[in-house]
């Protein structure tokens, strides 16, 4: 029952970038173009489209430049880069980013981990980063990650996250993204940490990136939906991660987030059923099983609609 | 993050009835008094033993008065029996069943498609049962099937929900299952629903029982709950319906509501970990290949922990 809600919801697609950069085989810049304009067709108008790391690091991520060069309806889609550093900040902008994302993990071992340093250090780093972008008029975004429990110290404690949210607001991030970066959050700790975030900054700011490992991914976004977050990362057929079982321990699914969203009115611009040729279109690109945990359902439908015999009735 | 909330919530384990009715391989008594006591030990103390139908009709429940008189730990745990009309309600009750459920198809097209009569009939029957059930001390239930959505006849109106609720509870039905017969229900709609049923019935007698045939169960579930719900029917590994996909079609799977409700810190008793054994156990009775949305992360989890290899790390 689609009741309408009178409300419009973001999904922002992380496929081409935090999808990809997993992924065993590496797509070259123009196959990864073929996907992102596959992926706007459907009407995505918000795609994390590469990231400017070291090749050498993420060879997943080579060439986005070239991409960025070679981005589709630029005037219609707000497209994001990630950059780890002040260097790679220098590549997106010069690459014409318009959209820059940092990622800080908001636990000291998982960023010791990482990258070696305290959360202090990182912090301080991204907040010269996102300064220089408000500065230079390039809109800077935030994640927190392991923002709900950490795989090295367990359940964060929603005040850390706070603290860092209010951060990198205050450093310029125009949105924190919470990030369950272990797939790890459960309805009653996400109301929690939004809580704590929303006496910092309004959740019209704040974003959600859930991971799907435990099932629980959409019982998630609802929590965030009804706390009042209204985008959400999500990434086509579950791409990412390092999948023993499809769609499994990955990304949440662009398709499940979409027909979450409209099934309950909400207006997301995307038809759920339009994702299934490409989602298959990625398993043929990336050679893996992908599929969130709606796409049989949503693939006996599409085929049902173009006619096609095999999971028809 | 398991924050306690201080609250109970009861899963009703349906899969030896709900979910064994549809198995191409029929048990014997034996094995599902089998499988029945291995889900009793894991903790559940609500499980759905069987129906008292025509076994021509349904033979997978041939014998379920053989079942009944075997039941394990009958003083801890509440065990259910469908009974489709007055003849079942005496089967049941002769066999021993303290509790029979009655299932009414509130749509006009799927009663008729289901049973030949009108809806009408059908709720005059269930209150003849109900009545007489309250009459001699057998606590009865009754299930509104396809109570969001009709194959047939598309979105139900919560009102229609509503009036009948309120007369299977005048007839003396303790408890109320709104169910979500063919898993297109969404949490907009159950907050509908549930907000029309409430209007007669306190919320404490209302259990939900949703199908994840689109992925969206565990949100569903977390909508009922928000909005008061205390009870919710589940099928071991999903079992149930004409899965075309291990748990994708079927009944929401146990170990995924137990997770689910566990994780937000609500107690039901039952350890999602120790449900895996059964999962497997029930595979291998019905040659089905089983398993909810969590099924694979909580595999791993229980291999580590048990010392096995193939899923370690």
Chains 1, 2 share one sequence.
């Not at 940092?102 to 636990?107: A, F, G, H, K, P």
């Not at 945990?293 to 599409?302: D, G, I, T």
Request: net charge negative.
């Amino acid at each position: 029952m689609a009741t309408a809600v009178n409300d419009s919801v973001v999904i922002n697609e992380v496929g081409p970038r935090d999808g990809l950069q997993s992924q065993g085989k590496t797509l070259t810049p123009r196959e990864r173009l073929e996907l992102i304009q596959r992926l706007v067709n459907t009407g995505l108008r918000h795609v994390e489209a590469g990231s400017f790391v070291s090749p050498k690091a993420v060879p997943q991520m080579a060439g986005t430049d070239e991409v960025f060069h070679g981005l589709p309806s630029k005037d219609q889609v707000r497209y994001a880069a990630l950059v780890p550093n002040m260097k790679g900040y220098e590549l997106a902008v010069a690459a014409g980013a318009r959209v820059v994302n940092v990622v800080l993990s908001v636990t000291e071992t998982m960023n010791y981990e990482n990258i070696r340093r305290t959360v202090d250090e990182s912090a301080a780093d991204f907040e010269r980063i996102l300064e220089r972008a408000s500065a230079e008029g390039v809109a800077g975004q935030a994640y927190l990650a392991v923002a709900f429990e950490c795989p090295f110290e367990g359940p964060v404690n929603p005040e850390v996250v706070r603290h860092y949210a209010e951060r990198m607001s205050a450093a310029g991030a125009g949105k924190i993204i919470i990030a369950d970066t272990i797939g790890a959050a459960n309805p009653t700790g996400v109301k929690a940490v939004l809580e704590a975030v929303s006496r910092v900054i309004p959740l019209s700011r704040v974003a959600c990136h859930f991971h799907d490992t435990r099932g629980l991914a959409l019982a998630n976004v609802l929590a965030s939906l009804n706390a009042g977050v209204r985008e959400f990362d999500a990434s086509i057929g579950g791409l990412g991660g390092c999948p023993f079982s499809p769609g499994a321990t990955g990304n949440v699914a662009t398709e499940d987030v979409a027909l979450l969203l409209g099934s309950m009115g909400y207006d997301t611009g995307i038809d759920p059923q339009a994702l299934v040729p490409v989602v298959r279109a990625v398993q043929s690109l990336t050679g893996t099983e992908l599929g969130g945990k709606s796409f049989r359902w949503l693939s006996q439908q599409y085929d049902k609609q173009q006619g096609g015999g095999s999971n028809g009735r």
